[in-house]
């Protein structure tokens, strides 16, 4: 990709609701996008729990923010990140966002983010973010599931590489289900895969990585309900059996 083609890309890290230990794989799916140029994590750091996120500051270029608990028992640092989005919308020299939270404070934001036209991909706990926030988002990426992906590169031999297909449910089923049938089909009722992956994200903020897999494509070959045929072209066609 031409460097002057990249788009721009903002990080914003909610530093008392993530593990610091997901930074690496979430810069490697923000890199889809285009370049992080603004990485910010904020917290009040003089919490011993955000001790881990001194070396990751240095080592990734975060730009760490501190922010005072006002208040006993609440903090402050959602404020403080909204504030800064919007100023950063406001200023017009970001593309995209980033939002590495599981708080759903967050989903008027992201909300407001998107009515933009912007992109904004949400990196949190699945089980702990509200379907909400999830659904708010342009993706909502499990960091849970990428911290076990990274893992398993780590250790090829490893049978967690394996994903586990009781992950998918009959919603996502049935998301799947519907984008096929949205999208249009030939004589023998195959439909082209980018654009039922588009469908698919235009309806949900679904991405394949939350079920451990890298390819949309990558999914559909275990689906019993879909057929996969790759052609002659090198592009890949879904239709749907059952």
Same mark, same amino acid.
């Given at each position: ?22 930074? !690496? ?9 285009? @370049? ?30 501190? @922010?005072?608990?006002? +208040? $006993? ?14 100023? *950063?919308?406001?200023?017009? $020299? ?6 590495? &939270? &599981? ?38 990426? !499990?960091?849970?599931? *990428?911290?076990? !992906? ?7 031999? &490893?049978?967690?590489?394996?994903? !586990? ?15 096929? $049938?949205?999208? $249009? #089909?030939?004589? #023998?009722?195959?439909?082209? *895969? ?13 991405? +394949? ?9 990558? *999914? ?7 057929? +996969? ?12 059996? #059952?």
């Amino acid at each position: 990709m031409p460097e002057a083609s990249l788009k721009n890309i903002a990080l914003l890290i909610d530093a008392d609701n993530v593990k610091p230990e997901g930074i !690496d794989p979430v810069l490697t799916v923000l890199a889809e996008l285009g @370049q992080v140029n603004i990485r910010r994590a904020y917290g009040n750091w003089a919490k011993d729990a955000l001790r881990k996120w001194g070396d990751i500051t240095n080592r990734f270029g975060i730009r760490p923010h501190q @922010q005072f608990d006002l +208040v $006993k028992g609440k903090n402050a640092t959602d404020m403080a990140m909204t504030i800064d989005a919007i100023d *950063l919308l406001y200023q017009g $020299k970001v593309d995209g966002f980033g939002i590495m &939270s &599981s708080d759903s404070d967050f989903t008027p934001l992201v909300t407001r983010l998107r009515q933009d036209g912007l992109i904004v991909y949400g990196f949190g706990k699945k089980e702990t973010a509200s379907d909400a926030f999830q659904s708010a988002c342009t993706r909502f990426i !499990d960091i849970e599931a *990428l911290l076990r !992906d990274a893992e398993d590169e780590s250790d090829p031999d &490893s049978a967690a590489q394996q994903p !586990d297909k009781t992950k998918v449910d009959d919603e996502l089923i049935e998301l799947l289900g519907r984008a096929w $049938k949205a999208a $249009k #089909r030939d004589e #023998r009722g195959f439909a082209s *895969l980018s654009e039922i992956g588009k469908i698919a994200g235009n309806r949900s903020s679904f991405d +394949v990585r939350n079920y451990g897999y890298k390819r949309l494509s990558d *999914l559909f070959a275990v689906l019993d309900q879909f057929k +996969v045929e790759r052609r002659d072209n090198g592009h890949v066609y879904v239709r749907r059996l #059952r």
